[in-house]
Structure formats: structure tokens, C-alpha cells
């Protein structure tokens, strides 16, 4: 019991016990399994994202937009890793990110955090996002965000993410 908890509180203040500046407070609402919307504070940066259905996703006030690059050679990917270390999991990790650099992708980077790297992505400064094993609590809020952005969210089938139906695999353009 003790040691469940430990691995919880680890892995929710990892980054602030080191205080390594990628910490954020995410919150998603939807009423009806329809997301209505998403606010997402980057603390250290003091950045408040937020976004409404219908009504657009702004930082700070100024509007958002998702980037135009479909080329990969010349997108910014980014990824993390994920908490899920089996070996499978490494072995599809690992070999997703050889053929993106196969691919010769403009550059691909881990940021520590798939909340503000979601949040990258729909200001425009990153291209694209993938990562496995996101649950609906990572998601909800830069789903509202990234959409009302002009982004797409789909899982890796193309099906629009829903969210709520417990997908364990998320990829953001």
C-alpha cells in the first residue's frame, strides 16, 4: 500500500522535487462525453492556455494556431517516453522513433511533459506529437486546446480520439 503511493507521488512531482521547470496544472470539462474545455497553466512560465468549443484557443490571451507543416522533413516532432518501461513497450517506442529519424523528420525531442508539449503544439511550435499510453486525464484539456487551434486529435488507427473510451494510445498533428 505504502509503496503504491510512493510510486504515485513520484510520478506526479518528479519534475518539481528536482525542480525541473515542466510543471503544469491541466483541467478538462465536458458535459456528456462531449469536451466543452480545456485550461492548461504552465506554472514556472506563468503561460495560462485555454480553449472553448467553438470559440477558438488562446495563451495569455493571444489566439493559437497549429502549425501548416506537412512535410516531415521539415517538422519539429515531439514525444515522451511514457511510464510504461516493459520491454514491448521500449521495443514499439524505440522503433517508432527509427523511422521517424529513417524518415528524416526535421527534429524529434522529448520535453519532460505531454501537456505542454501538447500546448506546443497547438501555439504552432512544434508540428507534431505522439506518444503511448496517454489516458484521458493527459488529454482532455489540449484535446479542447489543440482543436480549437485548428489541430486534429486521432489515435493511431485515424479515428478521432474520444477520449473517454480508455484508449491507451494517443497522436496528436
Partial sequence: QKSAYRKRINKYTLF??????????SIGFAVNQELEF???????????????????????GKRLQVSKVTDISKALILTEIGPKRDPETLK??????????????HGIRVIGSSTLALCHLASGAADAYYQFGLHCWD?????????????????TSGKQNTLLGGSSIGVMF
Fill in 16 to 25: 518539481y522535487l528536482h525542480r525541473f521547470p515542466t510543471v503544469a496544472v
Fill in 38 to 60: 480545456g485550461v492548461i497553466y504552465h506554472c514556472t512560465e506563468e503561460r495560462l492556455y485555454t480553449g472553448r468549443r467553438g470559440q477558438g484557443a488562446y495563451c495569455n
Fill in 92 to 105: 514499439l517506442f524505440l522503433s517508432n522513433m527509427e523511422r521517424l529519424l529513417r524518415a528524416q523528420a
Fill in 139 to 155: 488529454l482532455a484539456a489540449a484535446t479542447v486546446i489543440i482543436r480549437e487551434a485548428g489541430g486534429v486529435v486521432i489515435d
